[in-house]
């Protein structure tokens, strides 16, 4: 049985031109975009989410990388997925050898729904396990999608009560050319806190003047309004 093939015929049935439509503009594919030059079929996450269970178990990590590398959107989603759950069932070793898959194949990972998606579950739990190595060297790499696989990545630090590493990258992001780090930022700095004010109150009294506008709104959003008014009110440089 060809599980691969009988996937894509899945998600094939499922192709809906308007939303197809919808999703290559929401998802800036137009030239110059952040999305430029992606292909969509047009469905739904919860036909992906269906499809995906249905193959997860039965599904090979040689054919789940090959459909990580389509030219559709939604078949490198619904291929993270199946990741996902493979990573979750995996001893060490596979464990291991997904995280490769991952960061091998992470520019194909290339837009935020497929990074927030798959960056906590899988590189979160693998680097705040392992080394850090390859961690630093996506968040300093340049690249905004492997930048924003770090830091989206470390919402699984932060639900083990691990901070530092998203405070520093919060801090290297400050200067980020693109909305997408500062959105990421702002709501990575929100996680923390909503499980301790303290580092976040911090971070903010030392860097709000200095953020840009975005990642400062997100991460305030769970403030009081006076709060909220305090900081975007700060005199700023």
């Known amino acids: 049985m060809n599980f691969k093939e009988d996937l894509l015929k899945d998600l094939k049935k499922c192709k809906n031109e308007a939303f ?51 030219k559709v959107h939604e078949v490198r989603f619904t291929a993270l997925m199946i990741l996902i759950e493979k990573y979750k069932e995996a001893d060490d070793n596979i464990k291991f050898d997904i995280t490769r898959i991952y960061l091998r194949n992470s520019e194909y990972i290339n837009n935020w729904d497929l990074v927030d998606l798959s960056a906590p579950g899988i590189m979160g739990h693998y680097w705040h396990n392992n080394s850090l190595k390859d961690f630093w060297k996506y968040a300093k790499s340049g690249s905004l999608w492997k930048e924003r696989i770090a830091m989206v990545s470390t919402l699984y630090f932060i639900k083990q009560g691990r ?75």
């Open 163 to 237: 901070f530092t590493e998203t405070l520093e990258l919060s801090k290297l992001f400050l200067t980020h050319r693109h909305d997408l780090m500062h959105k990421a930022s702002g709501w990575m700095l929100r996680e923390i806190g909503k499980r301790d004010i303290k580092p976040l109150v911090s971070f903010l009294d030392k860097y709000s003047k200095m953020m840009p506008r975005t990642m400062l709104r997100y991460s305030i959003e769970k403030f009081s309004p006076k709060k909220r008014k305090y900081y975007m009110e700060r005199d700023r440089a």
């Open 20 to 70: 197809a439509k919808h999703h290559a503009k929401y998802f800036q594919t137009h030239k110059g975009g952040y999305g430029e030059g992606d292909f969509f079929w047009g469905l739904r996450v919860q036909q992906q989410r269906v499809i995906s269970r249905r193959y997860w178990k039965d599904m090979n990590l040689k054919d789940i990388e090959e459909l990580l590398r389509h």
